[in-house]
Every structure is written in structure tokens, then in C-alpha cells.
DNA sequence: TAGGAAGCTACACGCGTGTGTAGCCACTGT
DNA sequence: ACAGTGGCTACACACGCGTGTAGCTTCCTA
């Protein structure tokens, strides 16, 4: 069953890792701006000045944490690729796995911008995994592949972004035990089903390119020149 | 082209809808906690006590602003429905058409948790589309609808939740005039090809099942019990 | 063994903030 | 004409917060 959160590293236990653990799961559960610096303190067992002594500030605090994330998906991402197990779909269902009490932090930390070299980094894992499947499409892709891999990269983390708003509909915490299931049938049937056709999207493509030749009319706010945005 | 963002309402431009217009961009563009009632309203033009005597609470503003959106997107729902236009592809696209200076707000609103109710609504918009898109779909579907449209809508808002994200990584602001084709050419490549073949679907779903059968073992952290999440 | 750096604490400062209070102005209805 | 209500302002308070500073202890090193 492949992956696992790995444990704590080495180097760690310390103090310094417990801060940053704390601030993880602090920065995750009320946000950046809510999140206390005293409150990470008691969370990690040392005194507040200790937390300013190795970081030097609140924000160079959140920059730590962004780092350790990035260090531990790529970490994960490597497992991932070497390891020859048949059961992973696919880079981007699998770069969401086994991320475990870093999900919060992940979620706030997109949404509130920081983590912007982990986007990155997933966005690359992904064009990865479509220049593979790429080989088995039917039609060429005339869309730039880094484009679509943001997209898809974007598209695969909402579960994680707003997880909260997916459990609420669905009746259950979709990141536990019993909504885990439920999650994963309805993900296999959204990524197996395109909402589009292939008739339809080369139509709806071509009126897009025409609008665009047509009217260059591009007032910012009120019509942005494409009717499917 | 179809849908635009609606003029101010009759009773507006009232020093109230100022402000609530107002705190809509500052709680968009800093997010709640960063955001400050005074600033707030200096940008309305009023005294930052007018604010606390129209909401009470910075926290009852926010919720006004909730309100309000829901109200702009169910207007706009009721538009696109009632309208025989053609072009409109799916409810979900057209969704988040035109919502212009609300984009951010709406980001920061559903990643902090606030805006419940409006993903709900959207939720059920996009069940709606899905009944009739199920009329056409070749095998029946056996996951519950309502699931599916969750996972659909946050799909969806991820564009615009993570917009700054995807923006980077694109090279263009996707919200601009300049973005706006290159996202919608990714979109539609994306919206028209599945990631997974009906194949592969149904084998990962047998194995899914196979799995929650026989290993019962709920550890909520390591191991969620499936390997695709 | 002496020196010093690093880990760590306690405490205080100052600022920005949401909120509370008192009161003015304008308009309305009688 | 006049009370009264609601829109609106100015000002002050109290509190929580990030940050600064001084100093203690522990352990490595020369």
C-alpha cells in the first residue's frame, strides 16, 4: 500500500522541529494571521521567545514550514516514482496521498498564497505524468502542456482546499476512515467521465477562437471575451 | 455575450451597500483577519463607527457579505436558466462567469470556511446539470449524484480559488483579458479528456472495494484504507 | 578548566485593532 | 414648530499581539 507519512526525521525531536510541527498544525487549523506565537509555543512545550530565537519572526516561520513541505512531497514524489507498484493511477491522485496532518496546512497555505515553489513543484510532477499519458490519446493536444497541468494540478488539490465544503455536502469528513471511500468512487467517476465530448469541445473551441478574432472589445471587468471561462 | 455583472441595485449606493461593497474588496484582496474595519471605510468614504452601527460586528459584515453573494449568484443562476442562450456550455462554467470583483472575495470566502452556504447552492446548481448530463452518459452512473457534484464544483471553484497559482505557473493572469483564452483552451482539453478510462475506472473501483472489505484496519493517519484518495 | 557560543526563559514595550460611548445633524411625521 | 428617530462622526478604551532585551543554563571546545 505504497506510502506512508515517514517519520520523523533524524535530526529531529529537537526543539526547533517540534516548533515547527506546532506551527504546522497551528497555521493549518486557525490560519496564518490567527495563529498565535504563544500558542505554538505551548503547543511545542518551550517558551515564546524560543520560537523567535530560531526563527526570527512569524513570517519567517510560515517560510520554514512552506520549506519542510515542499521537502516532504518531494520526498514522497520520489518514493512514488521509484517505487514500481502497479496500484498508483496516477502522479496526481498519489502526490495527495498519505500527506496526512500536513492537509490543513497545505490547504490554507495554497489558498492564502504561500506554498507557491510546492504548486510549482506538483505542477512539474504532473506535466510528468501527462507527457506519459499524452502517448495514449487519441487526438494531438494542441493546448500547451505545462497549461494543462496547472489545471489539473489546481483541479486535484481542490479536494484538499475545500475539503471542508466536500465533506459538509457529502455528509461525511471525507478525510476520514468512513468518507475515504465515498471520495475515492466519486473522484474515479468524475476523472473517468469527461463533461465535455470531444465534438463538442472542438465546436466550443472554434467559437472561442473566432470570438476572439471577432471582438476585440476587452474591457477587464464586465465581458472578458470568452463565454466559457 | 450573455451574462454580465449586474449594475448596482436601485437601493444601493446607499452608504450601507458602500461599505458592504467595500469590505467585499478589502476582505478579498487581504483576506478577514488582515483586513480592517477602518480601512474599510475609508475606501466606503464613511467613518469607520458607521460601519460598526450598520453590521455590529466585523464578523456580522463578513456574513453580509456572504449574503450578498449568494444572492448575486443565485440572480445569476436564475439568469443563465431562464436564458435560451446557446452557447452556455454547462452550469458549472457559467457559474463563474461574470462575477468579476466578486472573484476574490469569493477565493478568500471559501477557503476560510465562510461562504457554506453559497458552495451548497452551487452544489445544487451543479446536481441539477448533472440530472440531465446522466440522460446522456453511456454506462449508469453508480455513485451518488450529490457526491459527484460536490467533487464537480469544487473542481470548478479551484480555478478560481487558486487562480494566483495557476497564474504563475501559466505566465498570464488567467483573469485578465490577456488569460482568459489560454484558460479556457486549457479547460476545454482538460474538461473533454478523462483521466481515467472506463477500463481503469472500474478496476480501481473493484480493487476499492476489495480493499475496504478485507482490511478493516481504520488507522486514521497512516493509512486512510484506499490507494487512490 | 576557562571561555564562549548556543539553547532557552522571563518580562516588558508599543502598536494596531475591534469595540464601546457620547453626541451631532438631517429629515420626517404630526 | 417640534420631538424623535436613524444616519453618521469623533474619540477613547482595553486587549492581544509581534517583537525587543536581558540574562540564565548547558554543553562543546581549545
Redesign the interface.
Known sequence: ??V??AGPDPEDLTARARIRDAALLHFGEH?F??ATIRGIAETAGVSSGLVRHHFGSKQALREACDAHLVKVVRRLNDQVRADPAP????Y???S???L??YQRYL??A????SA?TL??EM?QMTEQWLAE?DTR?PDP????R??????????A???T??H???S???GVEV???QG???????????????????E??SV??A??DK??DASPR?D??????????
Do not use: C, W
Not at 141 to 144: I, K, N
Open positions: 500500500m505504497a506512508t507519512t490560519g494571521e490567527r496500484g498508483d493511477i496516477n496526481v491522485a498519489a495527495r496521498t498519505a496526512g496532518p490547504a490554507r495554497l489558498a492564502e498564497g507557491a504548486f510549482d505542477v499519458a490519446r493536444p494542441d493546448v500547451d505545462k497549461d494543462r497541468a496547472a489545471v489539473f494540478t489546481a483541479m488539490l481542490s479536494i482546499v475545500l471542508q465544503h466536500i459538509r455536502a457529502m478525510f476520514s476512515p475515504d471511500l465515498p471520495l475515492a468512487r466519486a473522484l474515479i467517476d468524475v476523472y473517468s467521465h469527461p463533461m465535455l465530448s470531444l463538442d469541445a466550443i473551441r467559437a472561442l470570438t476572439q476587452t477587464p471587468h464586465t465581458d472578458t471575451g470568452a463565454t466559457l471561462r
